[in-house]
C-alpha cells in the first residue's frame, strides 16, 4: 500500500507561485498513475491533474489549465505540480494518490494534504 506524503503548500498572493511536491514512503509510485487533488472548506474533493506512470501523458481540469504543470521524476520517487497565476479560488487542501488510467479515478489511501492559501 502505497503512503503518501505531499509538501510545499503555503501563504501565496494572486497571481504568484508555488511548487508542490508528491512522494511516497514504504513502496515507490513509479509504476502508477499519479493524480493531485484538492479539497476546499465545504466543498467536495476534486481532480487538479493526473500524469500516466511512464510521465508521457497527463491531464488537468479545466479549471486549472494553462496554469499548472504535472510532472514526475521516477528516479527521485518524486510526482510534482508546478501552480502558477494561483487564484483565491485554488484554496484548499491537495492530495496525491494512485489513480486509474485514463479516467484519473483516485484509489488507495491518502495522506495529510498539504494546505495552499492564495489571499492578498
Known amino acids: 500500500q502505497l503512503q503518501f506524503v505531499e509538501s510545499g503548500g503555503g501563504l501565496v498572493q494572486p497571481g504568484g507561485s508555488l511548487r508542490l511536491s508528491c512522494t511516497t514512503s514504504g513502496s515507490t509510485l513509479n509504476y502508477y498513475p499519479i493524480g493531485w487533488f484538492r479539497q476546499a472548506p465545504g466543498k467536495e474533493r476534486e481532480r487538479v491533474s493526473c500524469i500516466h506512470a511512464g510521465g508521457s501523458s497527463t491531464s488537468y481540469a479545466d479549471s486549472v489549465k494553462g496554469r499548472f504543470t504535472i510532472s514526475r521524476d521516477n528516479t527521485k520517487n518524486t510526482v510534482v505540480l508546478e501552480m502558477n497565476g494561483l487564484k483565491p479560488e485554488d484554496t484548499a487542501v491537495y492530495y496525491c494518490?494512485?489513480?486509474?488510467?485514463?479516467?484519473?479515478?483516485?484509489?488507495?489511501?491518502w495522506g495529510q494534504g498539504t494546505q495552499v492559501t492564495v489571499s492578498s
Open positions: 494518490a494512485r489513480t486509474t488510467w485514463p479516467r484519473c479515478a483516485s484509489f488507495g489511501s
